[in-house]
């Protein structure tokens, strides 16, 4: 089984990009059946600390698809 991460990064300067859909979805073609799909996480990014607090940016999401099947050709 392997687990890929999937997932969208939100920067204001650079807009939207998604990450791992086509990992996964070559995986897919090349016979891998999803057999789950996990919580993730949050993608968060430091945007500058005062006075001992970090300031955070949410900027994205991603979560977990979790593959069987043969080896990518």
């Known amino acids: 089984m392997e687990k890929l991460e999937v997932g969208i990064r939100?920067?204001?300067a650079e807009g939207v990009a998604f990450?791992?859909?086509?990992?996964v979805n070559q995986r897919i073609a090349a016979g891998a059946r999803v057999v789950a799909v996990e919580p993730g996480s949050l993608v968060m990014?430091?945007?500058g600390e005062e006075d001992?607090?970090?300031q955070m940016?949410?900027?994205?999401?991603?979560?977990l698809v979790v593959l069987e099947g043969p080896e990518e050709a």
């Open 52 to 54: 001992g607090h970090v």
């Open 10 to 12: 939100i920067r204001p």
């Open 45 to 47: 990014e430091k945007t």
């Open 19 to 23: 990450f791992g859909l086509d990992e």
């Open 57 to 63: 940016l949410f900027s994205g999401c991603q979560i």
